[in-house]
């Protein structure tokens, strides 16, 4: 709560002084090569020193996202998710400097394994929170609408449908229009028994732990400040290959969508 306070009331006073979100971005930017540079450097001055500057980049994020003013097209929104990916990259470039300096080796192929742990992590979750594709639309003809996986034409359509599947329109469509609720199916009929839960059903996690359980960008960005300080960037390495993993396994087995859901 104190840091959305902070951040929406920054952004309010840096938009009275005409700044938008585009310059928000190049000064997280900015604070990327500040930090790449002090953890470059050995000594634990350069880690803290760096750690600060991984602040500035989540202050100017969480400023960004207050904001007002500013464009919102989608070129926009993906120069910034570009840029938001540039700045923890240069952050690692700045780490793997640093390790080469103090004499520290296979530095690199750690850094290689963070980098291909995190791109997995991000394609599995960007996939996965995807919207469902629209269903095809029926032909000009008036004829019943294609389904996937089953062929068309003259014995396409003696084949069964897949199940699940109604000709002739969506009910969900249906009560979207009507302004009809949809009724919410439960996952399990086991009942629960004086607040115990099933047995073989995964409990609910708490929304902030799921949130840290899915390593995003200021958990991962926390860990690296953490861990350069204590011990050094290898370390801060394995601790983002180990947290992208715990990521996909935990998108894998319990979706954070389907908790938003919940």
């Given at each position: 709560?104190?840091?959305?306070t902070?951040?929406r009331?920054?952004?309010?006073?840096?938009e009275?002084?005409?700044?938008?979100?585009?310059?928000?971005t190049?000064?997280g930017?900015?604070?990327?090569?500040?930090?790449?540079?002090?953890?470059?450097?050995?000594?634990?001055?350069?880690a803290l020193?760096?750690?600060?500057?991984?602040?500035?980049?989540l202050?100017?994020?969480?400023?960004?996202?207050?904001?007002?003013?500013?464009?919102?097209d989608?070129?926009?929104?993906?120069?910034?998710?570009?840029?938001?990916?540039?700045?923890?990259?240069?952050?690692?470039?700045?780490?793997?400097?640093?390790?080469v300096?103090?004499?520290?080796?296979?530095?690199?192929?750690?850094?290689?394994?963070?980098?291909i742990?995190?791109?997995?992590?991000d394609?599995?979750?960007?996939?996965?929170s995807?919207?469902?594709?629209?269903e095809?639309?029926s032909?000009s003809?008036?004829?019943?609408?294609?389904?996937?996986?089953?062929?068309?034409?003259?014995?396409?359509?003696?084949l069964?449908?897949p199940p699940?599947?109604?000709?002739?329109?969506?009910?969900?469509?249906?009560?979207k229009?009507?302004?009809?609720?949809?009724p919410?199916?439960?996952?399990?009929?086991?009942?629960?028994v004086?607040?115990?839960?099933?047995?073989g059903a995964?409990?609910?996690?708490?929304?902030?732990?799921r949130?840290?359980?899915?390593?995003?960008?200021?958990?991962?960005?926390?860990?690296?400040?953490v861990?350069?300080?204590?011990?050094?960037?290898?370390?801060?390495?394995?601790?983002l290959?180990?947290?992208?993993?715990?990521?996909?396994?935990?998108e894998?087995?319990?979706?954070?969508?389907?908790?938003?859901?919940?």
């Amino acid at each position: 709560m104190g840091n959305a306070t902070l951040g929406r009331s920054t952004a309010r006073l840096l938009e009275r002084r005409h700044v938008t979100r585009t310059g928000m971005t190049r000064v997280g930017v900015l604070a990327a090569i500040g930090a790449a540079v002090w953890f470059s450097r050995e000594g634990t001055a350069g880690a803290l020193i760096g750690s600060a500057f991984l602040a500035v980049i989540l202050l100017c994020d969480a400023v960004r996202s207050h904001m007002e003013t500013g464009r919102r097209d989608a070129l926009t929104l993906w120069l910034a998710t570009m840029l938001d990916q540039l700045c923890e990259y240069i952050v690692y470039i700045g780490l793997v400097l640093g390790a080469v300096s103090t004499g520290s080796v296979g530095v690199w192929g750690w850094a290689a394994g963070a980098l291909i742990a995190l791109a997995l992590r991000d394609s599995l979750l960007i996939a996965r929170s995807a919207p469902a594709a629209a269903e095809p639309a029926s032909g000009s003809a008036g004829g019943p609408a294609s389904f996937p996986g089953r062929p068309e034409g003259l014995f396409g359509r003696l084949l069964p449908r897949p199940p699940g599947r109604v000709e002739g329109g969506s009910p969900e469509l249906t009560g979207k229009l009507l302004g009809a609720k949809r009724p919410s199916v439960p996952r399990s009929r086991t009942p629960v028994v004086a607040g115990r839960v099933p047995s073989g059903a995964p409990a609910p996690l708490p929304a902030l732990f799921r949130r840290v359980l899915a390593f995003p960008q200021p958990v991962r960005f926390s860990a690296i400040a953490v861990t350069t300080v204590v011990a050094d960037a290898r370390i801060a390495f394995v601790t983002l290959i180990i947290g992208c993993a715990v990521a996909v396994t935990g998108e894998l087995v319990a979706p954070i969508e389907e908790h938003a859901r919940e």
